[in-house]
């Protein structure tokens, strides 16, 4: 069974500098997908960056970037230029990328980010 | 509709008792889930909708979980006999293209707000 670990808690960073999210994973399949969702105190799942795990280009989106190291199953999150409104918590994902079967995601435990102004 | 919706936002109610949680995809996408997230932890997976059909209920923790999509839209999840530990947030999620790995990636669940139940 696939299992994802997330060992920070809680981070903090101060507004405008650049903070990384720890995210390990286990898995015995080759071919799959890995997720960063925000969840703000509102509650609402909210996707920040996703990668497929054949390929080998980090994700990029905006502030956002990840830093995928295959082999050693880690997927880590770094978030540049931090905003009060990046505040949240911060989940890691893994989906399965079989065709059939089910798709669901399996989530980590979550960070806590704080952004200090 | 816009977004993923879920009534009611909060739900309190008695030990024993019977609940009904209702999510409403995003218009036209055929793939439903419910996830539950205890607090402090990440949302776990519940049952997976394909259509009116659940395709995998392999995470409804015991049988007074029961959930239903009779039209493949509107999807309620019923809980009987509810104990105090199944306080959490019930969270549902849709989306359009599941089990896609093409070249387009992966389909992208999109989540409601959750309803907060409390068992009192």
């Known amino acids: 069974a696939q299992t994802v670990t997330q060992s920070q808690p809680e981070m903090s960073v101060q507004e405008a500098e650049t903070v990384t999210l720890s995210c390990t994973y286990d898995?015995?399949?080759?071919?799959?997908?890995l997720f960063w969702y925000k969840q703000p105190p509102s509650r609402q799942m909210i996707l920040v960056i996703r990668q497929e795990a054949y390929k080998q280009q980090n994700a990029t989106e905006n502030r956002f970037s990840v830093n995928f190291q295959k082999a050693a199953k880690s997927f880590s999150l770094k978030i540049s230029d931090s905003q009060l409104g990046d505040a949240a918590m911060y989940f890691c994902?893994?989906?399965?990328?079989?065709?059939?079967?089910?798709?669901?995601?399996?989530f980590g435990t979550g960070t806590r980010l704080k952004v200090l102004a | 509709g816009a977004g993923v919706s879920q009534t009611p936002s909060n739900k309190v109610t008695e030990k024993g008792k019977y609940v009904e949680l209702r999510c409403d995809p995003i218009?036209?996408?055929?793939?439903l889930y419910w996830y539950r997230q205890s607090l402090g932890q990440g949302p776990e997976f519940l049952i997976y909708?394909?259509?009116?059909?659940?395709?995998?209920d392999s995470g409804l923790p015991n049988d007074r979980f029961f959930a239903v999509r009779p039209e493949g839209s509107v999807s309620t999840l019923k809980i009987q006999r509810t104990e105090r530990g199944d306080s959490a947030v019930y969270l549902c999620?849709?989306?359009?293209?599941?089990?896609?790995?093409?070249?387009?990636?992966?389909?992208?669940?999109?989540f409601g707000p959750g309803t907060r139940l409390t068992v009192l």
């Open positions: 994902a893994y989906r399965s990328a079989r065709t059939s079967g089910t798709y669901k995601y399996i």
């Open positions: 218009s036209g996408h055929t793939a």
């Open positions: 898995t015995s399949e080759s071919d799959y997908y």
């Open positions: 999620a849709s989306s359009s293209r599941p089990g896609l790995a093409d070249l387009g990636g992966p389909d992208t669940q999109y």
């Open positions: 909708f394909q259509g009116t059909g659940a395709a995998d």
